[in-house]
């Protein structure tokens, strides 16, 4: 099987069974995808991403190391499993670097000849980070709150089909650099205060070329290949549904799909060959930014999951906005989305609260909503419908099979599972790979 493009594949069969797991945030992201890929990646021959770029954040606790990956997919902490990163990723070549030296030296095994990049993603450049901000700065107190990491302006020069490459840069060289001198000198003329070293800049990109060589590759006949001959494949979602450039809160998203739409637009993949589409869901709700959060407690509880979550942004380090369940997003999500079954995370953070609210309907200009408004000014006006269920107030950190939960914990599961008509597979209660319930 040929990952360099430099080999012909092998002729697919024409019966491709379905053998490709997609992994999804439920909610605004947070809620613990990582974990859930890198179960799966014990198993999985390959892990991708789909979409987004470095600002999403994923956490992986393995015997006591904790990972914290924003561009390399979860699965990379397996040394037994190839990761690639798809065309629908955007690449920051200096970060790229950073995280895999970062990890290894935190015990990450070499990721050379196991990680690999579509020669079709699209860079993301040092002014595409300072327009970001820039950005920000000119909306006011309109800012949506974006991570800076240039993110947005990276996906707006692919679509106005401007952006460049890393086919690009491992191509012809003084191609590259006419493109990369084209896209500077048009962001310099459209933002006045950014100034880029243009000829500093394509020297240091001469450099990258050397360097990513070995990690760029046509993915996309790699997958293909790889699908036909029966290889399981995990796909990790990054950022979440209600971030979702399309289906999101929007303005208040990110500027990819990162519904499972975007998992075949992004590597290239037909929808016939995904298995299983799994939905990640925090026991409660948390957001990182601006933008509406109907059931955002503003009391000394949002304090208490805060504090007992951890709740502070890996990639942002901001403390994430926290609330109750949302049943109204979820069904939404699972409308979208199709999930087979779902995980349910941090459980064990709900451990000590008498009584747990669970939002299950919107009311806006006297009328009851089942879904989410299209319009964030409309989704900032509606009042939640709670219904309440007990508590247990007893550490679930231990427990390892559903029957040995609390009753009010194990009832808490399948409400959810009743709100939203969708089973849960497994039950986080501990942030190590080990604290996962798998209950069918």
């Not at 001959?229 to 995990?234: F, L, R, S």
């Not at 995980?343 to 009311?363: C, M, N, P, Q, S």
Request: glycine residues 10%.
């Amino acid at each position: 099987m040929s990952v360099n493009g430099h080999s012909h594949p092998k002729k697919a069969r024409k019966d491709m069974s379905p053998n490709v797991i997609v992994v999804l945030g439920a909610q605004w992201g947070d809620e613990g995808k990582g974990k859930v890929v890198d179960m799966l990646a014990c198993t999985a021959d390959i892990v991708c991403r789909c979409q987004g770029g470095n600002n999403a954040g994923h956490t992986v606790v393995v015997n006591g190391n904790e990972y914290d990956l924003h561009i390399l997919p979860s699965g990379v902490v397996n040394k037994n499993c190839t990761s690639v990163i798809g065309n629908g990723v955007v690449i920051n070549l200096p970060q790229f670097f950073e995280e895999v030296k970062k990890n290894e030296e935190k015990g990450l095994a070499d990721v050379k000849g196991r990680v690999f990049i579509s020669n079709r993603a699209h860079i993301v450049f040092d002014f595409h980070q300072a327009v970001d901000g820039l950005q920000e700065i000119a909306k006011g107190k309109k800012s949506i709150g974006t991570t800076k990491k240039g993110i947005g302006p990276t996906y707006s020069s692919k679509a106005s089909r401007s952006g460049v490459r890393l086919a690009d840069l491992l191509g012809d060289f003084s191609l590259f650099e006419e493109k990369f001198r084209q896209l500077s000198k048009s962001y310099m003329h459209q933002h006045p205060d950014l100034e880029v070293n243009i000829d500093e800049e394509v020297k240091k990109y001469k450099d990258y070329a050397e360097r990513m060589a070995p990690f760029v590759a046509d993915t996309v006949s790699y997958l293909h290949e790889a699908i036909a001959a029966g290889k399981k494949i995990v796909v990790e979602g990054a950022n979440a549904a209600l971030l979702d450039i399309d289906f999101g809160t929007y303005p208040y998203v990110t500027s990819s799909n990162c519904t499972v739409g975007g998992a075949c637009t992004g590597l290239g993949i037909p929808p016939t060959t995904i298995k299983e589409i799994y939905g990640v869901v925090k026991a409660y709700c948390t957001r990182v930014g601006d933008g509406p959060f109907p059931t955002e407690l503003y009391d000394g509880l949002g304090e208490i999951l805060q504090t007992r979550g951890a709740e502070i942004g890996v990639t942002t380090k901001r403390k994430r906005r926290c609330g109750w369940l949302d049943a109204v997003l979820l069904r939404y999500s699972h409308m979208i989305n199709g999930y087979t079954a779902i995980a349910i995370t941090k459980l064990d953070i709900l451990d000590t609260f008498d009584e747990i609210k669970i939002g299950v309907a919107y009311h806006l200009n006297g009328k009851r909503l089942l879904t989410p408004p299209a319009c964030s000014s409309e989704m900032e006006k509606v009042e939640v419908e709670y219904i309440t269920v007990p508590g247990w107030k007893t550490c679930t950190e231990q427990v390892r099979k559903f029957g040995e939960l609390p009753q009010n914990a194990r009832n808490y599961i399948t409400t959810i599972e009743e709100l939203v008509d969708v089973k849960v597979k497994w039950i986080g209660v501990g942030k190590d790979r080990s604290s996962m319930i798998e209950v069918f």
